[in-house]
């Protein structure tokens, strides 16, 4: 079946601006996973759904980011007054329960901040 | 922050070798995990072991955990130019719900 999507495949936006960044989880996947990675870095937790429980936002970096996941599939990841450091790439995983069992990775975005 | 501490950080060989990617974490976890990511895109998952595991294997791949020292390997049999990529290790705490990645090994098998 199909894999997890993001869109889009690469972003270029100017400083200030805001951005959406989609994930398409693989259908019946409950859980979801937002995380970024700089250049030549591992990946840095963002945030975590599970089903219809309170999301795990503890690693969104500031209040300009947030995300959403409308009817439990499709997540939009939200950087609002974009700066450049925010610039790396955007990758979107889901697993089938939570993160005991296999997360699919999303092929993921990659941000420039001008 | 992450958790997880890779090293080598990078690792050089010839095709045909072994390669040794270690992984130390800090917590007390529930499973570890290994993964591989080619031209900084999405990652692909290798294998899992689990708290009560120490060694296990999947083709090419060996993975041993130490619970007692925190740690775990991943050994490469019999390396390719095409195994060249970035490795990580992720680790699933006992009391969390998501995983901790390290910061990765970048393994060039050369031809």
């Known amino acids: 079946g199909a894999g997890v999507s993001q869109s889009p495949s690469n972003k270029v936006t100017e400083k200030g601006k805001d951005v959406e960044l989609r994930c398409d989880p693989i259908s019946g996947h409950t859980a979801l996973y937002w995380y970024r990675q700089s250049l030549g870095q591992g990946l840095e937790f963002l945030i975590y759904?599970?089903?219809?429980?309170?999301?795990?936002k503890s690693g969104l970096p500031s209040d300009r980011f947030s995300a959403e996941r409308t009817g439990g599939s499709v997540s939009t990841l939200t950087i609002q007054r974009t700066q450049q450091e925010d610039s790396a790439v955007y990758l979107c995983?889901?697993?089938?329960?939570?993160?005991?069992?296999?997360?699919?990775f999303g092929p993921g975005t990659r941000l420039l901040v001008l | 922050s992450q958790q997880g501490e890779e090293d080598p950080q990078a690792l050089s060989i010839q095709e045909g070798e072994n390669a040794t990617m270690n992984c130390s974490y800090k917590?007390?976890?529930?499973?570890l995990q290994w993964y591989r990511q080619n031209s900084g895109r999405g990652l692909v998952h290798l294998i899992l072991?689990?708290?009560?595991?120490r060694e296990k294997h999947s083709g090419r791949l060996r993975v041993t955990l130490d619970t007692s020292k925190k740690s775990s390997s991943l050994l490469i049999t019999a390396s390719r130019a095409a195994d060249t990529a970035s490795y990580f290790c992720a680790s699933l705490e006992t009391s969390g719900s998501r995983l901790t990645f390290g910061e990765g090994t970048q393994l060039t098998v050369n031809p």
């Open positions: 917590t007390s976890i529930n499973n």
């Open positions: 995983a889901s697993s089938l329960v939570g993160s005991i069992e296999t997360q699919y």
């Open positions: 759904f599970q089903g219809n429980s309170a999301p795990d």
């Open positions: 072991i689990r708290s009560n595991e």
